[in-house]
C-alpha cells in the first residue's frame, strides 16, 4: 500500500521480504525514487520474514534515497526482522521514525 502527501511517499510494506518478492520491491523502490520526493517512509510493521535478499533491497534503497537526497526512515521493524538486521549490522543505521509528522516533511 503506498499514498504521498505533500512531498513524502509511504509505503506499508506486508509479509515476506525474500528472495522471491524483493526484486518486485526493489523495483518498486527505485520506481518511487525517481520521483521529484523528499521524503520516503517505508512501514515494515507487516513484515513477517526477511532474509538476505531482502536486506540487500533494503541497503540498495539507502544508498540510492542517499545518493538523491531523499530522507528515508522506517517504522514497524519487529520481531524476526528486527533481529535479522541487528545480526546484519543494518539496523543501526536505519533511521526509525514510529510517528512521521505529515504536515513538517
Not at 504521498?4 to 528472495?19: C, N, P
Not at 532474509?51 to 517504522?75: C, E, M, W
Amino acid at each position: 500500500m503506498t499514498d504521498k502527501t505533500q512531498g513524502w511517499y509511504i509505503i506499508r510494506v506486508s509479509g515476506d521480504l525474500d528472495l522471491y518478492s524483493a526484486p518486485d520491491l526493489l523495483k518498486k523502490f527505485m520506481d518511487i525514487l525517481q520521483q521529484n520526493i523528499k521524503h520516503l517512509h517505508i512501514d515494515l510493521s507487516r513484515i513477517s520474514y526477511l532474509d538476505s535478499s531482502g536486506v540487500g533491497t533494503i541497503i540498495k534503497t539507502l544508498q540510492t534515497a542517499k545518493a538523491k537526497g531523499i530522507r528515508l526512515t522506517f517504522s514497524g521493524i519487529q520481531g524476526t526482522p528486527r533481529k535479522v538486521l541487528s545480526m546484519a549490522n543494518i539496523l543501526p543505521i536505519l533511521t526509525e521514525d514510529a510517528s512521521p509528522t505529515w504536515s513538517n516533511p
